[in-house]
T-cell receptor, first 115, second 114 residues
């Protein structure tokens, strides 16, 4: 079945540092890929998405490129802020009947940014 | 544009009771999915409804059920609650197509079973 693997956390950075959170996936076909962010006590917010190979999703300074050859969708940001502290989830959605409405999530990566 | 609304935000129930959670999707979204989030298991898919029909179901016991109404609002029910059902339950709605394709989540219902 489909699966998503994220780099182990937690990740602790100083403000303005470069961020990379690795995400790799296993899926048949051509899934869509997503990054979600969860702040304490809240639900998930869509950060960015990519629906086909070589697409680059971007939002709020975050970027991720859909790499089919390496089955990866790594999240990057050039300069993190304290307000970026949250839990980040990589997810995929496959096409087809057994995938209706289903996102498969990675285990989440806790990011803490210090001033 | 209103987001996905889940009610109630918090619930405390006793083992053996049943509970019903509600989700109102974004206007125009006909697909509603439910997820359980726990520290140990992470985010797990429960089921998905589209136009009042359950199209997909995750690997949960029959105590977990749901339904969708003609206005796309959805409810999920858990019967005979167990301590392990304590979790954050998230609902997501989707337009399924077009440039805004994606899943928008509500803030969740935090269920505590004592």
């Amino acid at each position: 079945g489909d699966s998503v693997t994220q780099m182990e956390g937690p990740v602790t950075l100083s403000e303005e540092a470069f961020l990379t959170i690795n995400c790799t996936y296993t899926a048949t076909g051509y899934p869509s890929l997503f990054w979600y962010v969860q702040y304490p006590g809240e639900g998930l917010q869509l950060l960015l998405k990519a629906t086909k190979a070589d697409d680059k999703g971007s939002n709020k300074g975050f970027e991720a490129t859909y790499r089919k050859e390496t089955t990866s969708f790594h999240l990057e940001k050039g300069s993190v802020q304290v307000s970026d502290s949250a839990v980040y989830f990589c997810a995929l959605r496959n096409a087809g009947g057994t995938s209706y409405g289903k996102l498969t999530f990675g285990q989440g990566t806790i990011l803490t940014v210090h001033p | 544009k209103a987001g996905v609304t889940q009610t109630p935000r918090y619930l405390i129930k006793t083992r053996g009771q049943q509970v019903t959670l509600s989700c109102s999707p974004i206007s125009g979204h006909r697909s509603v999915s439910w997820y359980q989030q726990t520290p140990g298991q992470g985010l797990q898919f429960l089921f998905e409804y589209f136009s009042e029909t359950q199209r997909n179901k995750g690997n949960f016991p029959g105590r977990f059920s749901g339904r969708q109404f003609s206005n796309s609002r959805s409810e999920m029910n858990v019967s005979t609650l167990e301590l392990g059902d304590s979790a954050l339950y998230l609902c997501a709605s989707s337009s399924l197509q077009g440039p805004n394709y994606g899943y928008t989540f509500g803030s969740g219902t935090r269920l505590t079973v004592v």
